[in-house]
């Protein structure tokens, strides 16, 4: 894979062991980030000790506008090796506002299996999502749901009978409210 000068030096100074610096340069991928940068920003997620450092990076995250960083969020959530990370990625979603209504299957299967706390977040994406979601997917979601209650603790059936009333009523439009 061809990686031009500007990736290089980007992925090079994230390897920094200088916080500032590190901080810098996750500053400036704001203006230009690609695929290989968003990896290894997940991968400093998961192994820098800096809590600025790791911050910044999910401020990053939580401000993304491109659709197309859709998909490797997604990847990293699913990751078992981003397990640690996944509540705060998961919040990430549904504080930048792109649109996860193709991986509607995805947050119901993370409120049904996650504990509380990473279920509440991905109860939060579904509830911001938007988007053309098809019926059958609804409808087999719905059943999934439903199985689901059937052995659920008191909070997560709170989060599952949530997500009944709101499953159908998905926006096909990102709404803005005042």
């Not at 500007?6 to 340069?25: C, H, M, P, R």
């Not at 509380?116 to 999934?144: P, Q, R, S």
């Not at 059936?157 to 005042?178: D, H």
Request: proline residues 2%; contains cysteine.
């Amino acid at each position: 894979m061809n990686i031009d000068l500007l990736t290089q030096q980007i992925l090079s100074n994230l390897k920094s062991s200088d916080v500032e610096f590190v901080l810098e340069t996750i500053d400036k991928i704001r203006e230009s980030g690609n695929r290989l940068i968003m990896e290894q920003l997940f991968e400093l997620l998961h192994t820098n000790k800096s809590e600025e450092i790791k911050k910044n990076i999910l401020i990053l995250f939580s401000e993304l506008k491109q659709q197309e960083s859709v998909p490797l969020l997604i990847e990293a959530i699913t990751n078992e090796k981003y397990c640690n990370e996944r509540k705060e990625l998961i919040a990430c979603c549904w504080q930048n506002g792109l649109s996860y209504n193709q991986n509607l299957p995805l947050f119901i299967n993370l409120v049904i299996t996650e504990p509380f706390l990473i279920a509440f977040e991905a109860f939060t994406v579904i509830e911001n999502m938007y988007g053309i979601i098809a019926e059958e997917v609804i409808d087999k979601e719905i059943h999934n749901i439903i199985n689901a209650l059937q052995d659920a603790t008191e909070d997560k059936a709170y989060l599952l009978n949530g997500l009944l009333t709101i499953i159908r009523e998905i926006p096909e439009e990102l709404e803005f409210t005042q």
